[in-house]
């Protein structure tokens, strides 16, 4: 018998707990930083005017991203720092999460498209959702990323 709790909670930045936001941080900077060798400044001052997605199962956070308004880091509204735990990959959290946030994000936001940086090897990942590439790869600190447009 499976006895796993999993739930949602989305918050603005202001609301989040010091525990949800150091768990929050450490998930990115697990497969941000570590898993994916890539030095940069994850701390980027949109956070504060963000909506925070996270995703958990028994109190930890297996799944996570931020809801980015019109404005914040596109001309539309953005989904941003999807992450998962590497101990919950191919369990279907990932798409759990994208599936909530797109429609959490037109609850906060409206009807409208969605914009987000893909890391490219995520391109038919994100296209199962509606999202389309739009524009040329480019290098987003060492990693190949595309624009991809959710009409």
Same mark, same amino acid.
């Given at each position: 018998?499976n006895t ?5 909670s ?17 998930l990115?900077?697990?497969v ?6 890539c030095?940069f400044?994850d ?7 963000s909506?925070?997605?996270m ?5 930890e956070?297996i799944?996570?991203?931020?809801l ?7 001309n539309?509204?953005s989904?941003? &720092?999807?992450?998962?735990?590497p101990?919950?990959? !191919?369990?279907? =959290?990932?798409?759990?999460? *994208?599936? $909530?946030a797109i429609?959490?994000i037109h609850?906060q936001?409206g009807?409208?498209p969605i &914009?987000?940086?893909a890391?490219?090897?995520l391109? !038919?990942?994100? =296209?199962?959702?509606?999202? *389309?590439? $739009?524009?040329?790869?480019y290098l ?12």
């Amino acid at each position: 018998m499976n006895t796993a709790t999993s739930y949602f909670s989305l918050k603005p930045f202001e609301l989040l707990t010091p525990f949800e936001l150091y768990a929050m941080l450490q998930l990115r900077n697990e497969v941000f930083v570590v898993e994916q060798n890539c030095v940069f400044q994850d701390a980027d001052n949109k956070d504060q005017k963000s909506i925070h997605l996270m995703f958990w199962e028994n109190n930890e956070l297996i799944a996570y991203c931020r809801l980015l308004p019109p404005g914040l880091a596109y001309n539309e509204m953005s989904i941003g &720092r999807v992450v998962s735990s590497p101990k919950y990959r !191919k369990t279907g =959290a990932g798409r759990r999460l *994208i599936a $909530e946030a797109i429609q959490l994000i037109h609850q906060q936001f409206g009807e409208g498209p969605i &914009r987000i940086g893909a890391q490219c090897y995520l391109i !038919k990942f994100y =296209a199962s959702f509606g999202f *389309i590439e $739009e524009g040329e790869m480019y290098l987003e600190d060492g990693i190949e990323h595309i624009e991809m447009v959710r009409p």
